[in-house]
């Protein structure tokens, strides 16, 4: 029998997360290796985030965002979009079918000139991040102070 066929739930996913991670080092790799990106400033802490991001939404691990994988990336991120709006998207991003869009495509768009609307919300909410929200409760203010 074959290792995999051996493993069961959480085992056999953590192994297909370790393949699916391995592939994807080997696509930032080529990116790294390319000419062409070499002049992008901090380039492989880049390629580890839009790896991860990547990896939390390729939901078959297939090595494709299919339209319900990108509805969930959508959703989550606070953007949701309708059937059509999603299938644009692709159209946009992918190279291929049309149906889905790899690794390779999701790197061209997110470090290409290009500027792709998938590409924006994900900058988006990298910004939203970055703002530290304030926690706790407001800080007392005086009658005198309140409008």
Same mark, same amino acid.
């Given at each position: 029998? &074959?290792q &995999?066929r051996?493993?069961?739930?959480?085992?056999?996913?953590?192994l297909l997360?370790?393949?699916?991670?391995?592939?994807?080092?080997?696509?930032?790799?080529? *990116? /790294?290796?390319?000419?062409?990106? &070499?002049? !992008?400033? !901090?380039?492989? &802490?880049?390629?580890?985030a *839009?790896?991860?991001?990547?990896?939390e939404? !390729?939901?078959?691990? !297939?090595?494709g965002?299919?339209?319900?994988?990108?509805?969930?990336?959508?959703?989550? /991120?606070?953007?949701?979009? +309708?059937? /059509?709006?999603?299938?644009? /998207?692709?159209?946009?991003?992918?190279?291929?079918?049309g149906? +889905? *869009?790899?690794?390779?495509? *999701? $790197? %061209?768009?997110? $470090?290409?000139?290009?500027?792709?609307? $998938?590409?924006?919300?994900?900058?988006?909410?990298? %910004?939203?991040?970055?703002?530290?929200?304030?926690?706790?409760?407001?800080?007392?203010?005086?009658?005198?102070? $309140?409008?």
């Amino acid at each position: 029998m &074959s290792q &995999s066929r051996d493993l069961q739930g959480g085992k056999a996913f953590g192994l297909l997360k370790a393949q699916q991670e391995e592939r994807l080092n080997e696509i930032n790799q080529q *990116f /790294l290796d390319d000419p062409k990106y &070499s002049s !992008d400033e !901090d380039l492989p &802490s880049k390629l580890e985030a *839009f790896k991860k991001k990547y990896m939390e939404f !390729d939901l078959n691990e !297939d090595g494709g965002i299919d339209i319900m994988s990108l509805k969930r990336m959508m959703e989550k /991120l606070g953007v949701p979009k +309708t059937h /059509l709006e999603l299938k644009k /998207l692709i159209m946009e991003v992918s190279s291929g079918s049309g149906e +889905t *869009f790899s690794y390779s495509d *999701f $790197l %061209k768009m997110m $470090l290409g000139k290009r500027s792709a609307i $998938l590409k924006m919300i994900l900058m988006y909410e990298e %910004k939203a991040k970055e703002q530290e929200k304030p926690t706790g409760l407001p800080a007392k203010k005086a009658i005198s102070e $309140l409008p």
